[in-house]
């Protein structure tokens, strides 16, 4: 059976994240111009990236979640909602009755938490469309990777020439790159790596409201050079 780290571990990460309301926003602001119709979701957990999807032009969102303990959470969650179906499978599982029936396909916090990245992603190639997009959002550096990491599930912290070549190696070529989120770099230094903390509802309130939008306004003038996290958009040629 597929490998992905402590899911429930995994699940308090996710109820915490709950709270970066501004966090999430901001990367579907990167992902959205790449957006198709048809969109896979991976590893949706309880649906907080869900529900900013439901608010773009996609037509039908495509919930993967494997945790039986999260899944529930998310099936109750968009019950009502047409345009979201929910699978409770890993993709592995299900890939092969839906060739190049994506045109996106996105992965938000969730492939370092996959063991066989490679595999994961050889799945993904297969079930999206031509000139469709993979878009994957994980953290950085390989640096910052502490206990903290460990303990929720991350295999792994990508460094780009790594991440590049993971997905090169699936058979998408690269559209961009680039890190993401500097602050929270040098904070995870200290918080996670220095002094071996965790994530809370409040420290992650208060990074949500008062570090994210500053740090969205200057990284949307100015590349980072490093970052907390990873942002690619690869491209199914």
């Given at each position: 059976m597929r490998n992905i780290g402590n899911l429930s571990y995994f699940g308090k990460d996710l109820e915490d994240m709950a709270?970066?309301?501004?966090?999430?926003?901001?990367?579907?602001?990167?992902?959205?111009?790449?957006?198709?119709?048809?969109v896979a979701e991976i590893g949706a957990g309880t649906g907080n990236f869900t529900s900013l999807l439901i608010n773009t032009e996609i037509?039908?969102?495509?919930?993967?979640?494997?945790s039986?303990?999260?899944y529930p959470l998310l099936k109750n969650r968009f019950q009502e909602k047409k345009e979201v179906v929910t699978i409770n499978a890993f993709l592995y599982e299900k890939y092969q009755k839906f060739p190049e029936f994506f045109d996106t396909v996105l992965?938000?916090?969730?492939l370092e938490h996959i063991e066989s990245d490679e595999e994961e992603l050889r799945y993904v190639y297969e079930i999206t469309k031509k000139n469709g997009f993979i878009l994957i959002f994980v953290p950085a550096l390989p640096l910052l990777y502490s206990e903290f990491d460990k303990k929720i599930g991350h295999f792994r912290r990508y460094?780009?020439?790594?991440?590049?070549?993971?997905?090169?190696?699936?058979?998408?070529?690269?559209?961009?790159?680039?890190?993401?989120?500097?602050?929270?770099?040098?904070?995870?230094y200290i918080v996670f790596v220095l002094f071996g903390k965790t994530t809370s509802k409040t420290n992650v309130s208060l990074y949500d409201k008062f570090?994210?939008?500053?740090?969205?306004?200057?990284?949307?003038?100015?590349?980072?050079?490093?970052?907390?996290?990873?942002?690619?958009?690869?491209k199914k040629i």
């Open positions: 709270f970066a309301k501004n966090y999430h926003k901001w990367i579907l602001e990167r992902f959205e111009p790449y957006l198709g119709d048809i037509k039908r969102i495509c919930a993967f979640e494997p039986d303990n999260m992965y938000v916090d969730v460094s780009q020439k790594k991440l590049i070549e993971v997905v090169k190696k699936s058979g998408f070529s690269i559209e961009n790159i680039g890190y993401f989120d500097i602050a929270g770099a040098i904070l995870w570090i994210v939008p500053p740090m969205r306004f200057l990284e949307n003038i100015i590349k980072p050079p490093i970052g907390k996290n990873l942002l690619l958009v690869g």
